[in-house]
């Protein structure tokens, strides 16, 4: 069965300080994506990075970067020097492996709301 | 940037209605999804389609029915409304099947069913 679980649902930290988001996900198959999407309060969920199962280096896009780790099933995402503007929900997902139809949906996580004080 | 449409944004509806959200893409995506997403945050697919004149269930049963008869179209239809179906309603679309496609996301309808 294929699983993506977010355990921590709420995260509060003031702004400036570092922060990681977990991510562990359960799939049986050996190629696979990863993704992470942020869901301001505005609603839309914005995409904000794709990792294949054949990449694990590490990536950094400017105060994000993310950490995959294929030997504990992890997809971490750390934000460093947090800012308000950072304050939302954040999705793990996984692509579906089933072929035909469904190939290309997506299993969510159950996201984790974060919220950065000034 | 993605062009993904969704109207109305927010919704207020009696019990026993028939409504319709609005959802289009212009940028000729094959495959289209509906998500149901509850105040506690899990998003909950309800509807997927991987061109015109196909409809599949998602994951989470439910009530309303979609159509695709243009590609860039994809409106769900609750027939009678009931406070059940208050939730946000969010469309998205992905170029294909590819696993490796993002989807992108509409702004969400707010549906209140009162």
């Known amino acids: 069965a294929q699983k993506v679980t977010q355990a921590q649902t709420e995260i509060s930290v003031v702004e400036k300080e570092d922060v990681t988001l977990d991510c562990v996900y359960e799939?049986?198959?050996?190629?696979?994506?990863l993704f992470w999407y942020k869901q301001p309060p505005s609603g839309e969920l914005v995409f904000l990075i794709r990792?294949?199962?054949?990449?694990?280096q590490n990536e950094i896009s400017g105060r994000y970067s993310w950490n995959f780790q294929k030997s504990t099933s992890s997809f971490n995402f750390t934000i460093t020097a947090s800012q308000v503007v950072d304050s939302a929900v954040y999705f793990c997902a996984l692509s579906e492996v089933n072929y035909g139809g469904s190939q290309g949906n997506l299993i969510f996580g159950k996201g984790t709301k974060l919220s950065v004080k000034p | 940037e993605a062009d993904i449409y969704q109207t109305p944004r927010y919704l207020v509806i009696g019990t026993g209605k028939k409504i319709t959200l609005e959802c289009s893409q212009t940028m000729g995506h094959d495959k289209m999804y509906w998500y149901q997403q509850d105040p506690g945050m899990e998003l909950h697919l309800i509807h997927y389609s991987y061109g015109v004149n196909s409809t599949e269930k998602g994951d989470l049963s439910s009530e309303s029915t979609v159509s695709r008869i243009r590609t860039e179209h994809f409106p769900l239809t609750l027939e009678s409304a009931r406070p059940s179906h208050t939730s946000q309603y969010l469309c998205?679309?992905?170029?294909?099947?590819?696993?490796?496609?993002?989807?992108?996301f509409g702004p969400g309808t707010r549906l209140t069913v009162l």
């Open positions: 990792r294949n199962s054949f990449d694990e």
């Open positions: 799939t049986r198959d050996t190629t696979y994506y």
């Open positions: 998205a679309s992905s170029e294909s099947t590819a696993r490796n496609n993002e989807q992108f």
